[in-house]
T-cell receptor
């Protein structure tokens, strides 16, 4: 069965650069969630989208923005990167308020 | 291919009784496992973890059991409380600090 796809799997950036992470949900899933997991920390909910509209917002910094496109894929844009942004970024998808299926994550390293 | 599986999408338990949530994995290289709890519209909350060198870890009402030979772990909640009603995810740590999540089990504790 198709799973959640995230790209890239690994990304290395320097401070003050910009990064874009992509998430392709499971087909027919209409909800996408983004999480950030720092080293040794629990995942932190960032933001979610339902039917291409922002549905919930967590601890997402102002330097980050995200959107869900007409094909339901989502992109997380991160600007003015800081060392503390180095983390594993998970995307999950669901069909409405149902079980979330997590992607493999994108590991972002900011140097 | 799903490397961490939670074959029961839902579970209902009477308040005060034991809840047992199960998780199976396929990769024998996984050496660290976690359980997360998630309420609707919130990010996952870390519950309890276990290293592969142990077969049991207990924290209050929560106990996780690991059977490496069977590639199986379970979370026991006793006594179950209505506030425990949530979706529970197990996750396994693979190489490169990549967490593989199960698909979740929705627990309902009936008062």
């Amino acid at each position: 069965a198709a799973g959640v796809i995230q790209s890239p799997r690994h990304l290395i950036k320097e401070k003050r650069e910009t990064a874009t992470l992509k998430c392709y949900p499971i087909p027919r899933h209409d909800t996408v969630y983004w999480y950030q997991q720092g080293p040794g920390q629990d995942p932190q909910f960032l933001i979610s989208f339902y039917e291409k509209m922002q549905s919930d917002k967590g601890s997402i910094p102002d330097r980050f923005s995200a959107q869900q496109f007409s094909d339901y894929h989502s992109e997380l844009n991160m600007s003015s990167l800081e060392l503390g942004d180095s983390a594993l970024y998970f995307c999950a998808s669901s069909q409405g308020p149902d079980t979330q299926y997590f992607g493999p994550g994108t590991r972002l390293t900011v140097l | 291919d799903q490397q961490v599986k939670q074959n029961s999408p839902s579970l209902s338990v009477q308040e005060g009784r034991i809840s047992i949530l199960n998780c199976d994995y396929t990769n024998s290289m996984f050496d660290y496992f976690l359980w997360y709890k998630k309420y609707p519209a919130e990010g996952p909350t870390f519950l309890i973890s276990i290293s592969s060198i142990k077969d049991k870890n207990e924290d209050g009402r929560f106990t996780v059991f690991l059977n490496k030979s069977a590639k199986h772990l379970s979370l026991h909640i006793v006594p179950s409380q209505p506030g425990d009603s949530a979706v529970y995810f197990c996750a396994a740590l693979g190489t490169g600090n990549q967490f593989y999540f199960g698909t979740g089990t929705s627990l309902t504790v009936i008062p």
